[in-house]
């Protein structure tokens, strides 16, 4: 008898063909988020250079904030993976019910917490008024989703490390176009809509995630993927979520840190100007879309490393991680050829104004030299994390950024010619060194002895 998507074996079979059954759909899903942020700026890049400045800037800000769950999602994702491998889906489906009340109460505490500072979070930054004024805007209400944003992250996380990508992948579908078509509709006062300008931009990002927790809530409780949750004598475990934050911590904070780290390096560009600002926003959104194959088959591998040391396949595990990284290093490289070649009407998808373009596809030429390596990085520190081993990833990205990225960041502006162009070196320099350092923990293998 033939066995179901749902009923697939992930620790056996071809590691190629594995990968790259659990890693399409995946990509698909991440795809169509990307592809909804870049419709997003594309439709503010009408409103304006310093509407593009402001939303950019205050979506790093957000991501600081909200950066804490991904140590939630990281924590659940390598325990259901092990569990799910063991065979043991009774406790995956434990993991996963406290995974959702950890969830809750983060998104709850963030938008109670964090909304009300918005403006004097802004105006730490130095910005021109009218940036400051739709960041502003912008932020605050990205920030009153969390609780969806929250639950939406943990509800995906959780399918695919069970097995399940296909229901996130067709979840996101649905969600990102609903997200996609409400966005001019919202931004602009189409039709009966009011017109909200940035505010409509993250409104529609929050319609769209709060769709899809329900979608995720409403699958889950109707076991039409492979774990099932239910209320019958459901209550809060202590040591089932202390299990979940231990491991999450270290992905926590190297997920804070390094947001943070960007916003630092936005911080850097505020002296160059309004168009410096919107260039290195524009950059940071396009390297998104770039990095996602390797964060995608990254996270691939990071559940098949979790699956086989769970069936106590440590070398399989190893071989997975190696594959991902061949596959994702490809990609990168026809990635990087492509931005060489047309990295100037890459931002005039956006905005045509001259000087924005011309800023803007220095930049992107400059980071071709770090997205050569960069499937190194995303893949092998999901594979880690996957493995429940979460401190060595952590410790090597703080190297990465804070003791390389952001003090050449800088100085290489203020003691060479480079001006605002040596914020981009600095960055590439930083990537090539956490991939050197992730390359050699790897090989070292202590990852394959970590327990959860």
Known sequence: MRETALERDWTKGSIFGNLVSLSWPMMVHEGFYLMSQLVDMIWVGKLGVA????????????????????????????????????????????????????????????????????????GLFGLEASVAAEGTAYMRML?????????????????????????????????????????????????????????????????????????????????????????????????????IVKIGIPAGVMSMQRSFGNLMLTWFM??????????????????????????????????????????????????????????????????????????????????????LVEIASVFLRIATAGFLVVGFVGVLQRSIAGAGDTLPPMLISLVMIWAVQLPLAYFLPRVTNLGMYGVGWAIVTGVVMGAVALIIYFRLGRWKHKKV
């Not at 940035?198 to 809530?217: D, H, K, P, R, Y």
């Not at 600002?277 to 990071?302: C, E, N, T």
Request: with cysteine; net charge positive.
């Open 143 to 243: 920030l009153v989703g969390t609780v969806a944003m929250s639950f939406w992250g943990v509800g995906q996380s959780i399918m695919k490390a069970s097995g399940d990508p296909v229901t996130p992948m067709r979840v996101s579908i649905f969600v990102r176009c609903v997200h996609i078509a409400l966005d001019p509709f919202l931004i602009f006062g189409w039709w009966v809509f009011p017109r909200m300008g940035v505010s409509g931009a993250a409104l529609s990002n929050i319609v769209a995630q709060t769709l899809g927790a329900s979608i995720f809530t409403m699958v889950f409780f109707n076991g039409r993927t492979r774990l099932r949750l239910t209320l019958s004598n459901f209550g809060v475990d202590l040591s089932i979520i202390w299990r």
């Open 270 to 355: 505020v002296p160059f100007g309004t168009f410096a600002v919107a260039a290195h926003s524009l950059y940071q959104k396009i390297r998104q879309v770039v990095f996602m194959p390797s964060w995608v088959l990254g996270m691939g591998s990071g559940v098949l490393v979790g699956q086989n040391l769970g069936a106590r396949q440590p070398g399989r595990a190893e071989r997975t991680g190696w594959a991902a990284t061949g596959l994702a290093e490809g990609v990168m490289f026809i990635c990087s050829v492509a931005i060489l070649l047309w990295a100037e009407s890459i931002i005039c998808l956006f905005n045509p104004e001259p000087g």
């Open 51 to 122: 509407h593009i400045a402001g939303v950019g800037i205050a979506s790093i800000i957000a991501m600081v904030i909200r950066s804490a769950a991904m140590g939630l999602t990281t924590g659940t994702i390598a325990l259901v993976a092990r569990f799910v491998g063991a065979g043991d889906v009774r406790g995956a489906n434990r993991i996963a019910s406290q995974a959702f009340v950890i969830s809750f109460v983060y998104g709850a505490a963030v938008t109670v917490i964090a909304v009300p500072f918005a403006k004097p979070i802004l």
